[in-house]
């Protein structure tokens, strides 16, 4: 990355470090605020919430961000309509900024609603529509899972690889339920009923970027979610792609940063598990 070096306006730091400084100080400040936000809004559905935390850490993280580099471009969860349009839409109008920030402050908001302990910070930075940067904070668990395109990904400083599962009859997966409740619902309860007799076992823990770190970490062999946004997924897929891992659409077509049904595996399950996930699309 020779163009690290453009002339920041404050100090001189990388992007990664910005990108690990923001999610680390926007994930303590959520932390605090488990337990006792004040205000719940529904945003597109009975599904889709948000709180003055996601707002505030957003806040946060894109002041951070512009204090570093003011000239780039920044796309967060919170600064877009509710609703899959709405998001395709922003995304569209920056995807060809030379520098972008896709951000969701806090990915696992039911759960955090809920004080299910699971959620986190997801920060990537993309280059003309590539990323190469991605950062996934756990304010529980006090893990940070870093990706630099090229230089690997890393967590508790220690070098994330993927895991060895060559089956999925060996595989832990874990998915999501979308929200839409006409078309990718019913997708997803295909795909979920043709996969649980034929792998180890299924989680849903409810934040997709999450999910991608714990593919990138080893610690679960596959995971697919369909009607996600850019904000979900941008960070958590160098993660996987960094720790040697595949992720492509749920129909096995190359990621990139429109993508949202996504499917991130291992590698070595990802043609069994993209077939499967296929057929169940196919017999809607
Ligand atoms: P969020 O908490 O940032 O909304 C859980 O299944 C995953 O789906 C989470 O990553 C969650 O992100 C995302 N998600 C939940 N509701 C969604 C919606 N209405 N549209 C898109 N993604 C959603
Ligand atoms: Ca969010």
Do not use: C
């Amino acid at each position: 990355m020779s163009d690290q070096n453009e002339v920041p306006a404050v100090g001189g730091k990388s992007f990664t470090a910005v990108a690990i400084n923001s999610a680390s100080k926007a994930g303590e400040w959520i932390k605090t605020k488990l337990g006792n936000h004040t205000s719940l809004s529904l945003k597109y559905s009975a599904q889709d919430l948000v709180t003055e935390v996601d707002k505030g850490a957003e806040t946060m993280i894109r002041n951070l961000v512009q204090t570093h580099f003011p000239h780039h471009s920044f796309l967060g969860e919170e600064g877009v309509e509710p609703g899959p349009e709405a998001s395709d839409r922003a995304l569209q109008s920056v995807r060809d900024a030379e520098y972008l920030w896709v951000v969701d402050p806090v990915d696992g908001t039911t759960n955090f609603v809920h004080g299910f302990p699971f959620f986190s910070v997801s920060i990537a930075l993309a280059h003309k529509g590539e990323v190469i940067v991605g950062v996934v904070y756990d304010p529980i668990r006090d893990e940070l899972f870093v990706a630099e395109k090229g230089k690997g990904a890393y967590v508790r400083g220690r070098r994330t690889q993927v895991s060895e599962e060559q089956t999925l009859r060996d595989s832990l997966l874990a998915t999501g339920f979308p929200a839409d409740p006409n078309y990718a619902l019913p997708i997803n309860m295909r795909g979920l009923q043709a996969l649980v007799p034929q792998v180890r076992n299924i989680r849903s823990g409810g934040s997709a970027a999450l999910h991608m770190a714990y593919v990138a970490a080893g610690r679960l062999s596959g995971f697919w979610e369909y009607g996600l946004n850019s904000w979900d997924l941008a960070a958590g897929a160098l993660l996987v792609t960094e720790s040697g891992g595949q992720v492509t659409d749920t129909k096995g077509n190359p990621y990139h940063l429109g993508v949202r049904h996504a499917a991130a595996s291992n590698g070595h399950i990802h043609e069994a598990f993209v077939k499967v996930l296929e057929k169940a699309e196919s017999d809607v």
